[in-house]
């Protein structure tokens, strides 16, 4: 991955940190909050491990990818946002402005988008580039877990 691509991925990181952790931190409480955030951040880990000993042909390959920064805790934190506050908008830029979408359907596209890359990356990992896609996908179960569980058991967040 080229520094081009490192600084965008930080930035992405960024900006979704800065938009969604408020409401998800005053919603879960503080220690809920940080064992969310923790426990998506190892389960992006474990499932970015996994792939490297269960894709016998790019395996290898898979584990020269590295596994670090906060990938997988950010997009585990994107899953609480989208269980507990799916309605809520998002200005999102296209072609012809800024569109306001809701926000579980604007995270669970770009889950969905990342779930397409990590397996393109079984595929031919060489064309997804060097980003470890699983980490994104386990960090979002791992927080998509937790999330619905305290909803389940949250009075205000059941329906």
């Known amino acids: 991955m080229d520094i081009n691509h490192i600084n965008v991925h930080i930035i992405m ?12 931190e005053h919603s879960m409480g503080h220690f809920l909050f940080l064992f969310t955030y923790f426990v998506s951040g190892l389960c992006g880990t474990l499932l970015h491990a996994l792939s490297t000993i269960i894709i016998p042909v790019w395996g290898p390959f898979l584990a020269d990818i590295p596994s670090l920064g906060a990938s997988g805790a950010i997009f585990g934190l994107m899953a609480v946002y989208a269980i507990l506050y799916p309605g809520n908008k998002f200005n999102v830029l296209s072609g012809v402005g800024a569109r306001k979408v809701g926000a579980g359907v604007f995270i669970v596209i770009y889950f969905v988008a990342e779930l397409t890359y990590a397996i ?7 064309s997804i580039g060097q980003t470890a896609h699983f980490a994104h996908v386990g960090g979002f179960i791992g927080g998509a877990v937790i999330a619905s569980i305290f909803k389940a058991v949250k009075p205000k967040y059941k329906k």
């Open 120 to 126: 393109v990356s079984i595929l031919d990992p060489l």
């Open 13 to 24: 990181n960024m900006w979704f940190y800065l938009v969604i952790t408020d409401n998800c």
